[in-house]
């Protein structure tokens, strides 16, 4: 019996630790470089009419910056940067936007994201995100990338807070 409470115990105490994520450095008063349109995954399958109609890739690109300097991280944006020849370097992707519904029937917006932050040129930590909209307050008198927009915004602010102290695998949003 006394076997069996150890090694039920011992079961259970690793299922109630957390996985703790580590800081892998403090970027406050740092200077980090993104592009300024945030492409769309190579296997995203993101309705035409999204990418024809709607500025989410520059929004959220602009939205990071924004909220990011408000957090004593300084954005820059560059398209000529990349992972090699900046100290920081963060490469932003949509991977999914789905936006179903519309301002009659409701709304039902959706933007995920994926970041891989680099230093000198080496991977150092990555995230993924998403948020969703159903429009809120006055929702029937937004249109679709209105509604989109949100979610990057949302987006903006959730990146603005992780790239301040990065945590490899972290996940934003909802």
């Not at 006394?2 to 299922?15: R, V």
């Not at 296997?43 to 910056?65: G, R």
């Not at 370097?89 to 994926?114: M, P, V, Y």
């Not at 809120?136 to 903006?156: D, H, M």
């Amino acid at each position: 019996m006394g076997l069996i409470t150890i090694l039920g115990l011992g079961f259970f105490s690793g299922c109630s630790s957390k996985n703790e994520l580590a800081v892998v450095d403090d970027l406050t008063n740092k200077e980090v470089k993104i592009k300024s349109s945030t492409p769309f995954s190579e296997d995203a399958f993101i309705k035409a009419s999204i990418k024809e109609e709607c500025d989410i890739q520059k929004q959220l690109a602009d939205y990071t910056k924004k909220y990011s300097n408000d957090n004593s991280v300084a954005i820059q944006i560059d398209d000529n940067a990349n992972k090699d020849n900046s100290e920081y370097f963060l490469d932003l992707k949509i991977i999914d936007a789905i936006s179903e519904g519309n301002a009659f029937l409701g709304h039902n917006k959706r933007t995920r994201i994926a970041g891989d932050l680099y230093k000198n040129g080496n991977k150092i930590a990555t995230f993924k995100g998403q948020r969703h909209s159903r429009g809120g307050f006055g929702a029937g008198f937004k249109g679709s990338c209105t509604v989109l927009e949100r979610t990057v915004q949302a987006l903006g602010e959730d990146v603005s807070e992780w790239i301040r102290y990065p945590k490899n695998g972290s996940m934003l949003g909802e």
